[in-house]
Each structure stands twice: as structure tokens, then as C-alpha cells.
């Protein structure tokens, strides 16, 4: 059987172009499609980053504001800790004198009275007045069983008065077995504080 094509050529190569027209057209569709579900996904996650920055930042913002916390207290901590060395430093200074002022007042007999007590770098120094050599005896005799107290010996004895009565004036000199720290300038007390309290 003989087929006659009644369509021209023209008809046909509409025909062609429509169907790649669509073809075309089809492909733009799916490559839309598929940039916009792309586009889509990506804003997603660059939504999702954008959102673990924000984040990171207010962790890495609390972790600052943190690190300046901590080392804001271990300053307050050393300088709460220089402190007590400090106060340390005047109590262990304040117990040897106090000791020494103990053994002195202990060590003192009824009739012997000081008039000076004076330590610097040479020692110990008691000055005063008794009623006679045995009893100036019998006080370094007492001080220098004093556990505070070592290289007791009686610099001047000598007979003088005191309004009008004979009495012996002597000097002692004595070294303390356990020195008082040192105190530095910021550790001693400030004179002028204790005269407005």
C-alpha cells in the first residue's frame, strides 16, 4: 500500500519546532525547578549557619566576659592574699614583742622600776631605778631565764637619787631569741591613723 503524505514540509518542521520548542521549554522548567529546591536548600542552610554564628558568637562574648571574671577574682585573690601576708606579718610582730613585754613585765621585782625600754638593731635596752644592786641582780637574773630573751647582761649600775631617796640606776641590754619579722614600709602601721581614731 502506498502512503501519500498530505502534510508539507513546512507542517512537518512546525511540527519539529514546537516539540523541541517544548523540549526547551520543559528543560528551562526542570532547571528551575531544580535552581530554586538548590536555592531553597541552600538558604536553608545558610539560614541554619547564620543561626550556629550567632551562636558561637554569644558563646565566644560569655566566654570573654568569663575569662574577665576569673582573672578580675584570681587578681582580688592575690591582692586578698598579700593582705593576709601582711596581717600575718604584724601579728607574728605583735606576739614578739608582746612575748618580750610579758618576760620583761614578769621578770621585773617589786622594787625595780624601768624608766626606759628601747629596741633597735644593737637589742634590747631597760633602763630604770631599784633600791639596791641585788635586786638589778635578780632582775637579769630573771630575764635571761626568759625563753624570749638571750645575752642579758647589765651595762651600768650606779648609785644616784631620786627625789631625795639613794637608789641604784641601771642599764640592761638583751637580744630577743626570735627575732620580729621585718616589716616592710606598707606593712607598718601608719602612725598618723592611730592618732585620728
Same mark, same amino acid.
Given at each position: 500500500?502506498?502512503?501519500?503524505?498530505?502534510?508539507?514540509?513546512?507542517?512537518?518542521?512546525?511540527?519539529?519546532?514546537?516539540?523541541?520548542?517544548?523540549?526547551?521549554?520543559?528543560?528551562?522548567?526542570?532547571?528551575?525547578?531544580?535552581?530554586?529546591?538548590?536555592?531553597?536548600?541552600?538558604?536553608?542552610?545558610?539560614?541554619?549557619?547564620?543561626?550556629?554564628?550567632?551562636?558561637?558568637?554569644?558563646?565566644?562574648?560569655?566566654?570573654? #566576659?568569663?575569662? !574577665?571574671?576569673? %582573672?578580675?577574682? @584570681? +587578681?582580688?585573690?592575690?591582692? =586578698?592574699?598579700? *593582705?593576709?601576708? &601582711?596581717?600575718?606579718?604584724?601579728?607574728?610582730?605583735?606576739?614578739?614583742?608582746?612575748?618580750?613585754?610579758?618576760?620583761?613585765?614578769?621578770?621585773?621585782?617589786?622594787?625595780?622600776?624601768?624608766?626606759?625600754?628601747?629596741?633597735?638593731?644593737?637589742?634590747?635596752?631597760?633602763?630604770?631605778?631599784?633600791?639596791?644592786?641585788? #635586786?638589778?641582780? !635578780?632582775?637579769? %637574773?630573771?630575764? @635571761? +631565764?626568759?625563753?624570749?630573751? =638571750?645575752?642579758? *647582761?647589765?651595762? &651600768?649600775?650606779?648609785?644616784?637619787?631620786?627625789?631625795?631617796?639613794?637608789?641604784?640606776?641601771?642599764?640592761?641590754?638583751?637580744?630577743?631569741?626570735?627575732?620580729?619579722?621585718?616589716?616592710?614600709?606598707?606593712?607598718?602601721?601608719?602612725?598618723?591613723?592611730?592618732?585620728?581614731?
Amino acid at each position: 500500500m502506498i502512503k501519500i503524505n498530505l502534510m508539507g514540509e513546512s507542517a512537518k518542521s512546525r511540527l519539529r519546532a514546537q516539540r523541541e520548542v517544548r523540549l526547551v521549554v520543559y528543560a528551562v522548567l526542570a532547571i528551575l525547578g531544580i535552581t530554586t529546591a538548590a536555592r531553597l536548600g541552600i538558604s536553608g542552610h545558610i539560614a541554619e549557619l547564620a543561626q550556629k554564628q550567632d551562636g558561637a558568637s554569644y558563646e565566644v562574648a560569655f566566654l570573654r #566576659t568569663l575569662a !574577665n571574671q576569673v %582573672r578580675t577574682m @584570681a +587578681k582580688q585573690n592575690q591582692q =586578698s592574699a598579700e *593582705k593576709l601576708a &601582711v596581717l600575718e606579718n604584724l601579728l607574728k610582730a605583735k606576739r614578739a614583742t608582746l612575748g618580750v613585754l610579758d618576760s620583761v613585765a614578769t621578770s621585773i621585782p617589786e622594787q625595780a622600776w624601768l624608766t626606759e625600754f628601747r629596741e633597735g638593731d644593737e637589742g634590747i635596752k631597760l633602763s630604770g631605778m631599784a633600791r639596791d644592786g641585788e #635586786t638589778i641582780s !635578780n632582775f637579769a %637574773r630573771a630575764l @635571761a +631565764k626568759s625563753p624570749e630573751l =638571750s645575752g642579758v *647582761k647589765i651595762e &651600768v649600775a650606779k648609785q644616784g637619787t631620786h627625789e631625795g631617796l639613794k637608789l641604784q640606776e641601771f642599764s640592761i641590754r638583751a637580744q630577743r631569741v626570735n627575732r620580729a619579722p621585718i616589716l616592710s614600709k606598707s606593712e607598718k602601721p601608719n602612725s598618723k591613723a592611730k592618732e585620728s581614731k
